[in-house]
T-cell receptor, first 113, second 114 residues
Framework: AQSVAQPEDQVNVAEGNPLTVKCTYSVSGNPYLFWYVQYPNRGLQFLLKYITGDNLVKGSYGFEAEFNKSQTSFHLKKPSALVSDSALYFCAVTDLNFNKFYFGSGTKLNVKP | NAGVTQTPKFRVLKTGQSMTLLCAQDMNHEYMYWYRQDPGMGLRLIHYSVGEGTTAKGEVPDGYNVSRLKKQNFLLGLESAAPSQTSVYFC?????????????FGQGTRLTVV
């Protein structure tokens, strides 16, 4: 069965510093991985995805993620955090037929001025 | 471009009442999903549909029913609401396996059962 884990409930970082939000996965077959962001009282917005190809994936708002098959990880990164990046971040994986998207428990990112 | 629209946005129900949440998408997507979001638990799949006229159970289907009579609509029903169903409900849609792309989400419905 497909699953993802986000080991940190909360990540705190100072504005201008690099940020990392962690995600590990467990899948049968090839992994299809996604990151979403949720601002307060809003729906989920797609940031980026890994389907195949380059291990470093670039997405919206300057975010990127690195797919690491040996460590079964797909960590979200940004070189320089902004206060406006403060939000709830979800990692997700699909099954092979894209019938279902399985989400992690979410990581709250706090960027302080 | 509306995307995925959920109706209503907020609702308060009394225990035992029934209601239907409506999800509509205008992207001609094959697949549609209903999730619930609870603090510390992420999003859990309630039911999903891979095409018009088809539905299937997700992780937490008990107490809910769904219907997909039209491709663009996916309805979530609560026959007898319970306080445990207090949650934020999200509908999503995706094109399906052929495009291997992300799901698109609605803005959510905040439901309180008292």
């Amino acid at each position: 069965a497909q699953s993802v884990a986000q080991p940190e409930d909360q990540v705190n970082v100072a504005e201008g510093n690099p940020l990392t939000v962690k995600c590990t996965y467990s899948v049968s077959g090839n992994p299809y991985l996604f990151w979403y962001v949720q601002y307060p009282n809003r729906g989920l917005q797609f940031l980026l995805k890994y389907i195949t190809g380059d291990n470093l994936v670039k997405g919206s708002y300057g975010f990127e993620a690195e797919f690491n098959k040996s460590q079964t990880s797909f960590h979200l990164k940004k070189p320089s955090a902004l206060v406006s990046d403060s939000a709830l971040y979800f990692c997700a994986v699909t099954d092979l037929n894209f019938n279902k998207f399985y989400f992690g428990s979410g990581t709250k990112l706090n960027v302080k001025p | 471009n509306a995307g995925v629209t959920q109706t209503p946005k907020f609702r308060v129900l009394k225990t035992g009442q029934s209601m239907t949440l409506l999800c509509a998408q205008d992207m001609n997507h094959e697949y549609m999903y209903w999730y619930r979001q609870d603090p510390g638990m992420g999003l859990r799949l309630i039911h999903y549909s891979v095409g018009e006229g088809t539905t299937a159970k997700g992780e937490v289907p008990d107490g809910y029913n769904v219907s997909r009579l039209k491709k663009q609509n996916f309805l979530l029903g609560l026959e007898s609401a319970a306080p445990s169903q207090t949650s934020v409900y999200f509908c999503a849609s995706s094109p399906g396996a052929s495009l291997r792309t992300e799901a698109f989400f609605g803005q959510g419905t905040r439901l309180t059962v008292v």
